[in-house]
Every structure is written in C-alpha cells, then in structure tokens.
C-alpha cells in the first residue's frame, strides 16, 4: 500500500506563488511516474504536471511557463512550484503515483487565488 499526503495549499493574491509538496510513503519499490492534477469547483480535473524518471517532466499548456514540477527520490517527494497564480488556478490540487499496476491518489490540498 502507499500513501500519499500532499501540503502547502492556501489563499494566495493574484500574482503570488506557493510551493506545493507530495510526500509519499508505504511500500515503494522503485521511482515511479508521480503527477499533480486539480480539480476547480464545476469542473473536471485535469492534468497539471506530470513527472517519470526517464522520460522528464511536461506541465499543462494553462501553466507553462508559470509552473514546474521537481522531484527528490531519495525522498519519495514530489514539489510543484507555482509562480504567477491566478484566480482561475483555483482548485483542489491532488497528486498521484502510478505503478505498473496501480494509481494511487492523496486527499488533495486546496489553493484558493484571491484578493
């Protein structure tokens, strides 16, 4: 089983950053592809970033240039830096972690842009 525990949501201004982690923890065999997804009041979720440990790293069109994903194996964590926010960047933000078998979700942190 693994678990993941995502932090560092909250209320930011237009124009603000936050730095969002995703810690994950449990049986984890090896460096797995880990992804952030959001998911705003009405909407569908929708891919944010995603991260392998081959391939690389790609973000959505809707944040790039603004937002990077990163990652430390060594503690199975995964960061997303959000720079330039904007209120529809609102959202309940949520990683996950896909093995060849399995995804597994955290519970999501929420990150409210307003003035």
């Known amino acids: 089983q693994v678990q993941l525990v995502e932090s560092g949501g909250g209320l930011v201004q237009p124009g603000g950053s936050l730095r969002l982690s995703c810690a994950a923890s449990g049986r984890i065999s090896g460096i797995y592809p880990m992804g952030w997804y959001r998911q705003a009041p009405g909407k569908q979720r929708e891919l944010v970033a995603h991260i392998t440990s081959i391939v690389g790293a790609d973000v959505a069109d809707s944040v790039k240039g603004r937002f990077t994903i990163s990652r430390d194996n060594a503690e199975n964590t995964v960061y997303l830096q959000m720079n330039g926010l904007k209120p529809e960047d609102t959202a309940v933000y949520s990683c996950?972690?896909?093995?060849?078998?399995?995804?597994?979700w955290g519970k999501g942190t929420l990150v409210t842009v307003s003035s």
């Open positions: 996950n972690l896909q093995t060849a078998t399995m995804t597994y």
